[in-house]
């Protein structure tokens, strides 16, 4: 088991960028994959990158173009970059850990495959 703490939200015009973190701590980082998620009020969380320890990354494809999720083992971090904001990016962001197997390859958008969560950041994209 994995506990979760994001950080790097904020309030931000649009077009600039934030780099959101996840510090992990509990468990061997290494052997979990990394979902970051995205909701907004009335809505349930979407799926908008993951990455697996191989390194391999999947973006949701209305954003994949603005994301990059990367990992720090050493480090125990995840991060996820995004670029040129819009306003409907707005939203608490969280990032979610399982335990590495066929199901973050094949179900990595769906919030039910994981495990740990942390509490979100909240990213605020102002026209």
């Known amino acids: 088991q994995l506990h979760l703490v994001e950080s790097g939200g904020g309030s931000v015009q649009a077009g600039g960028s934030l780099r959101l973190s996840c510090k992990a701590s509990?468990?061997?980082?290494?052997?979990?994959?990394i979902g970051w998620f995205r909701q907004v009020p009335g809505m349930p969380r979407e799926g908008v990158a993951s990455?697996?320890?191989?390194?391999?990354?999947f973006y949701l494809d209305s954003v994949k173009d603005r994301l990059t999720i990367s990992r720090d083992n050493a480090k125990n971090m995840s991060y996820l970059q995004i670029n040129s904001l819009k306003p409907e990016d707005s939203g608490t962001y969280s990032c979610?850990?399982?335990?590495?197997?066929?199901?973050?390859?094949?179900?990595?958008?769906?919030?039910?495959?994981?495990?740990?969560w942390g509490q979100g950041t909240q990213v605020t994209v102002s026209s």
């Open positions: 509990g468990d061997t980082f290494s052997q979990y994959c």
């Open positions: 990455i697996v320890n191989a390194g391999k990354r």
């Open positions: 979610a850990a399982k335990l590495s197997d066929g199901y973050c390859y094949m179900n990595w958008k769906q919030r039910q495959v994981y495990l740990d």
